[in-house]
């Protein structure tokens, strides 16, 4: 692990686009927008602007309205005041008009722009996950990780779908207000100001408290949901061990919390609104008491309309005001959806900076045949024949047969830093060789295997396939031509024959039957309701443990290729099963090479060499029989004089 990968810090992206502040997120969820939907997103922002800046005209026409009667009431010619207000209520009604019209186009894209941003997103953050590598999955909690699909989303979704379009229709409004009321005037103005700004300093003192607890809520249901997900997942050991109240417990001690959590965000951020709707009642009494005291003394009005202060500039100045200071109240509603989506945006930012897997490769695997010439040619159809291409610098290439040869030269590899796994690890496996792991637990034997898939990469040493640095293969052609079969079987919600076809998908129902019958599983599948067409869902959980890595070692046999990777594969098999299994698993072998990892050494006995593990390091190597002459180790874990583990 690097430096760089130790101090990554949530919200840093270490690819430098990563988010390190609330603004950042805010930018680059505003850039996911125009992003995907860079003509729709500017027409929203338009119709945003043109409607909050029409929503502030009526007080104008309330204005002129208001004008006309007061000039009209002492002659009582209401004939001639209504000539001159029929224009005024037109243009209002034009107005209206437009911006009920603006607010629906707003509406219809922004849904369809929300709802677009999230499907891409999802789209672009599953993308970026099938490029992980293991070690990511390895050290986090899957039901974290599906939080980011889940909870994460959903924030985002009332960011860009609510919270973001309101805030800027009540900034525009807000600034579109301002400018009216100045322009009637600007001691009312200033009056209004000293509120506002009192206003805006509890939103931000108040905010801020809820912003942190919403950043912790949101944690704590990733943590909460992550919980959930290992306990569903491992119910059986639970109820085994009747660990059931300690589950309880513990569960209890996580939602406790997230309730503790969202308890506090949910309090400061619902004292919010009452307190700033009781200050616009008040900023309307002061207005309304600072206009009679004005109007009474007969007090200067300067206006940037040059406007003398009467009652057709009160009442609308009134209600600019009640309008004013409830944009306020409006802004702090959003606070929370605010918060809650810049934190949701965090981790999935967080998420999307997480570093790729690193391949370096340039070799690649290619099928071939031999040419007029005798020569290996590449062909673009399949064939039975497989190569390595590799390209040279100076323009030439080169092609290797795929064999199988596999060599570790002085391999050293750690997970962490500091804590070496594997030291000094020298092997070969030639072409149709077997070569066995044998070891207690924690020996190394799986972590040679997954250095052999790259899942993780060597720190010391070399590994060569074919005799090509395995760092020199593209990891999609080197994970192609070798086949693994797993202790932990996984299958995928499908028919039994999507299952086994999983292995090479352009297999054909014949391939996938022949490889069902290697591994001995073609009897069992046949008496399934519906045989190979058997729906599996659950991780095929109405077949057996066993039936199930019978499945998984069919899924290796029709991928067909030349070195395969045996973990434990019938550990999870009878012994009378494995019998039969045992077979096919022999047919499977036959003619490639194959790392075998078994803790029943009886199935190990027909290996060409057995290597013996202890603390990563290798203590002995050779035929069973050599090891049994040799009384050492190996002797005693077969012969039962102490146990494996």
Known sequence: MSKETEER????????????????????TIGLT????????????????????????????????????????????????????????QGLVVVCVIAVAANVVQGQLTAVVTQGTLMKTRNKMFGHMED????????????????????????LRQLIGQALPNLLAMAIQMASTFVVMLWYSVPLSAVVMLIVFFMAWLVRVIGGKSARYFLAQQVALAHTEGFAE?????????????????MQEE???????????????????????PILMNLGNLAYVVIALCCGIFMLYSVPNPSLGGLALTIDIVVPFLSLTKRFAGSIGQVSQQINFVVMGLAGAERIFTLLGEDVEHDEGYVTLVNVRKGADGNIEECPERTESWAWKHPHHDGTVTYTPLAGDVRLVDVDFSYNPGHTILHDISLFAKPGQKVAFVGATGAGKT??????????????????????????????DLRRSLGIVLQDTNLFTGTVMDNIRYGRLDATD???????????ADSFIRRLPDGYQTMLTDNAAQLSQGQRQLISIARAAVADPPVMILDEATSSIDTRTEQIVQKGMDALMYGRTTFVIAHRLSTVRNA??????????????????ELIAQRGTYYQLYTGAFELE
Not at 454 to 475: L, M, P, S, T, V
């Open 608 to 625: 060409n060499v057995i290597i013996v593990l202890d603390h990563g390091r290798i203590i002995e190597r050779g035929t069973h029989d």
């Open 510 to 520: 014949e391939e996938c039957i022949g490889a069902a019958k290697l591994a001995g």
């Open 230 to 246: 290992e306990s569903m997942s491992g119910q059986k050991v639970v109820k085994v061990f009747t660990h059931e109240r300690q």
């Open 9 to 28: 810090r949530p919200g840093r992206d270490t690819r430098g686009k990563g988010p390190a502040h609330p603004m950042a997120v805010l930018k680059r």
């Open 251 to 273: 569960f209890d001690r996580v939602n406790e919390e997230l309730f503790e959590a969202s308890r506090n965000a949910n309090t400061y951020g619902n004292i919010l609104g």
């Open 132 to 155: 992980l590598p293991i070690r990511y999955f390895d050290t986090n909690k899957h039901g974290d990780i599906m939080s980011y699909y889940t909870n994460d989303v959903d924030s």
């Open 34 to 89: 125009f992003e995907f939907y860079p003509v729709m997103t500017t027409v929203i922002i338009v119709c945003i602007v043109a409607a909050a800046i029409l929503t502030s005209l009526p007080a104008i026409f309330m204005q002129q309205a208001l004008a006309v009667v007061a000039r009209y009431w002492q002659s009582g010619n209401w004939s001639t005041a209504l000539t001159e207000i029929a224009p005024i209520v």
């Open 447 to 476: 972590t040679i295997t997954n250095l052999l898939n790259r899942f993780y990469d060597i720190e010391d040493g070399k590994i060569r396939y074919d005799g090509i640095n395995i760092e020199k293969i593209r990891k999609p």
